[in-house]
């Protein structure tokens, strides 16, 4: 029996192979569109605040779904819902390919992700990767925290340049706001719990990122 | 061409396409293109840097349907998709091959990178390595898994050596000495006969990966190199049971 404890790191680990390295998540087009380093800290917050919030949320709910063997479909189409733009919801798609991929060759006779479609969200492909791991809620919700904190600090090496102790120092900063998004999110048990807290102007970034021809990362 | 025995697994041949910026990896590319995409379907993934350029001169150069030519970005780790996580090329070349199936060939251009970097045998089946004479004639005798490894190296642009001093013959001369008999071609778009030992090679590698006995093999990272005591040995991996100080 493995602890909780190794398996969730293994799932928080930047070197599962599951292309992590090809994300930015908006940071970017933020960048291209002027945001400083200094600025990056209150980028992290306000993901953490809006869309990152809606993922964790949907990956917690969908826990409870396929603990409870209740359809996902519910699940899935208020994530959609919550995540107005396109570009945003085409690349959770491709990064659940690229995590699903992965899930099942390391959980190949896990019910949930068997069951799990071409065109899943990101969140709840990790969900199920969750469940076969034996997390629980709270578990589930700070990973999908820290992986935006820390995705967006490694954007910001290869973007700004920048002291990486000096990351890690906001991503330290940033891990009481991770624990109260657990907080919150962890007893959401329906579709409908799921907040709509949206970031427009992160939403327009994502959608121009979609369009230029001039980008190191795919989002 | 329905009655060409397919591979066991029944997917295209993929193949990588790799070398230092400028060596001539899309032009090689399109080359292939104008050439078997009446016979053969193709479709190709492109590794940018930075732009989709690589991906546009080839929608541009009219070769392929552009729908046939996806861009994977990086995030300026090429060395990355091409070798540790895959993960983003898998996808990309998968999705080619559902959406225009049955697809004889796939092939997978890296993002230019340094004489290390080469493809995982779990991402392609064979791969090229380019070098070019404008790059300067001593490459070749620099070595690097690429190089010394790959399934197939090319020499490219034969026809500049005249106007960048570089003695080509020795060029490729230099180049088969550290390849323990690997094949290698002088290539220049202008040359046909190099053109069609490139096309050929490649119908070689189909007709042997269509008979289930194509096994990828991994170039790198370690090249073939010499102990104090004499003997000489590649790290392929498989047979790798001794330990280095």
Known sequence: MTSPDLLLMLLADARLPTAGHTQSAQLEPAVASGLAAADVPAFVSLRLATVTRVEAATAVVALHHLRHGLALDAVELAWAARTPSAAMRATSRTMGRALLRLASRLWPDHRGIASLRRGASRAVVLAAAADAAGLDAAALARLVGYDDVQTVGAAALKLLPLDPAKVAGWVLAALPAVDRLAADVAPLTTPGDIPAAGAPRIEAWAESHATTTRRLFSA | ?245
């Open chain 2, 1 to 245: 061409m329905p009655d060409t025995p397919i591979h066991p697994s029944g997917r295209a041949l993929r193949v990588g396409v790799c070398g230092p910026v400028g060596t001539g990896k899309s032009s090689l590319i399109a080359l292939v293109c104008a050439q078997l995409a009446a016979s053969l379907q193709i479709a190709v993934v492109t590794n940018d840097i930075y732009t989709d350029e690589d991906a546009r001169f080839l929608r541009s150069a009219g070769v392929l349907d552009p729908e046939r030519i996806r861009a994977v970005e990086t995030g300026a780790c090429p060395h990355t998709a091409i070798r540790d996580d895959i993960t983003a090329n898998l996808l990309a070349v998968e999705e080619l091959e559902e959406d225009f199936a049955p697809l004889d060939l796939v092939l997978v251009e890296s993002g230019g990178d340094n004489l290390t970097a080469t493809f995982s045998p779990a991402l392609v089946d064979t791969q090229i390595f380019l070098i070019d004479v404008a790059g300067g004639g001593d490459v070749a005798r620099k070595g690097g898994p690429g190089i010394t490894r790959a399934d197939l190296l090319v020499v490219n642009k034969t026809d500049l050596a005249p106007h960048v001093g570089v003695d080509a013959e020795q060029m490729v001369a230099d180049a088969g000495a550290v390849r323990d008999g690997r094949p290698v071609i002088a290539l220049s778009r202008q040359d046909a006969a190099s053109v069609a030992a490139l096309t050929d090679w490649l119908l070689g590698q189909l007709a042997v990966h269509r008979a289930g006995t194509l096994v990828p093999a991994d170039p790198g990272p370690m090249a073939a190199h010499f102990h104090a005591d004499g003997t000489a040995h590649a790290h392929d991996g498989a047979h790798d049971d001794h330990v280095h100080a």
